[in-house]
């Protein structure tokens, strides 16, 4: 992947910065501005014209002259058209460029890309939690789940009588958090696409950093009765039960129940249970697994023109670092990735997942369609800022998230990741819904870029924060974990990032170190995503 970024540098002129400018790939016809604070006009780009006008930092410049109705060429692909003549050296953004239209989803190539098959990568280890059903946790954390929004205040309240009086106790346990949520009831809970949030919260509720352990507050009136979000027998735990050879069924406290005499006694009642739980989370320890028992996701939010430039390249040759690891990695983002579906679909191991593939974008591009938006409602004023013109630009560097190996699997919106490899996990491009959505695939490590920044994390698992340019890492220096604008600064390789990012995954990974968000217990909401009515 090194061959995708170019930096260059020409002669400053006297008390200027040296130019410093980004293209993609030799066909490009604009390049990015890679200094701090932009670039005045009669700068004398490198290999280049000169700047007739100031152009911010990560904010494209024509290096030729574009014609009216011409291609504007970026990731050696047409990222807009112009809407009319573009001198070279003017800044080219959002209001000169005509938006593509969408790629159709027939004819497209079907598993006809040969994956650059790489050596396996061996000896790498982490110490993680095993768990009965095989998969391996890089945290030990006690999760109370929740069927319906009408508990949250009163097991919230409990979790923090739980953290301060018997959390202590269990030093071999990281935390404990309420799987707080929106659903539950008030929704057409028998619609088809009610299936989508309710195997999410299953899903996230066996997620490995849990340990197996089951527990459940409930109203007792809600719609998503706990039998229904957890059927028996659909998951598994170690106690008297399962050795009795009675199907595991989950651990409710039910609100609603008539022992309960005031407030404090369902407090005291989710707080009995809870010790149990943290009982045998505590016995549980670390011990040392392969690389390939992590499950990662990767994901951006407040994107930059530098996010497919720096970060996101550097993340994707780390995910082929975990693939030829044995490990487990998941890309997502259906509207972030629309506009590349012919490059995803090339690199399917089989037809079948081609169009297992082609079959979520049909299904979100309907979605969308109801809504009566389509994927140009994506890009944020933020995105703009930042030098992403549109949503095929913001597409293109967020595919390289990806890295180059064959996609060998494909997850609809809250599935369980059942394989190792590459895997497409279908989620729309929210960063809130989409980390939800891993984690109820079963993530065990997420890793976020983002150029804009955002103080983004997660309490259920570890989240290391890639920054893409150096100021934001500088300003935001106890908020990111990884500087990838050492890539643009010309101060490192792709590949050199990518490996202190796969170092220190197996050091997030094992506990020996915890990111920021863990550090400062920045946790963001899990949100559900529920395309159904809700009534």
Known sequence: MSDLVTTQAARPACGMAKPL????????????????????????????????????????????????????????????????????GSWVHERLLEMPDARGLDDLPRATARATR????????????????????????????????????????????????????????DDVVALEHAYGCGVAIDAPDAAVPIRTLRNISLNPNFGGEVMVVSLGCEKLQPERLLPPGSFTIVDERQVAGVPAAPDVVCLQDSAHVGFMSMVESIMRQAET??????????????????????????????????????????????????????????????DGIAQLTARATTPAVADAMIREMAWYDAYLSRGGVDRSANTTPGNKSGGLSNIVEKAMGSIVKSGSAAISNVLAPGDKLRTKGLTYAATPASDFICGT???????????????????????????????????????????????????????????????????????????????????????????????APVT
Request: aromatic share 6%.
């Open 118 to 173: 790489l050596p396996p990568l061996e000896g790498y280890t982490f110490e993680g939690y095993r768990n009965t059903d095989g998969s391996v946790g890089t945290r030990n954390i006690l999760a109370i789940t929740q069927t319906v929004q009408c508990v949250a205040g009163v097991t919230d309240f409990a979790v923090q009588r739980i953290k301060a009086e018997l959390l202590p106790r269990f030093p071999n346990v």
């Open 437 to 531: 959505l891993q984690l109820a695939a079963g993530m065990n490590l997420h890793v976020f870029t983002t150029g804009r920044g955002t103080p983004y994390g997660l309490a259920a698992v570890p989240v290391i924060k890639v920054a893409t340019r150096t100021d934001l890492a500088r300003r935001w220096h106890d908020l990111m974990d990884v500087n990838a604008g050492t890539i643009a600064d010309g101060d490192a390789t792709i590949e050199e990032v990518g490996w202190e990012l796969f170092s220190l995954m197996l050091d997030v990974a094992s506990g020996r170190k915890k990111t920021w968000a863990e550090h400062w217990k920045l946790h963001n909401a899990l949100v559900l995503f529920n395309p």
């Open 277 to 338: 739980h943290l009982q045998r989370l505590n016995a549980r320890r670390r011990e040392t697994v392969p690389a390939s028992e992590l499950v990662v996701g990767v994901q951006c939010g407040g994107s930059d023109a530098f996010s497919g430039a720096t970060a996101n390249p550097a993340v994707g040759f780390c995910t082929d670092l975990l693939v030829r690891a044995g490990a487990s990695v998941m890309f997502s983002e259906v509207t972030e990735v629309r």
């Open 21 to 88: 400018t980004i293209q993609m790939q030799a066909q490009d016809n604009v390049v990015i501005v890679a200094n701090d604070g932009g670039l005045p006009p009669g700068t004398l780009l490198p290999g280049g014209p000169v700047l007739l006008e100031r152009v911010p930092q990560a904010h494209k410049v024509a290096l030729v002259d574009i014609p009216a109705g011409a291609p504007v060429v970026r990731y050696g692909v047409p990222i807009g058209y112009a809407l009319k003549d573009i001198p070279a």
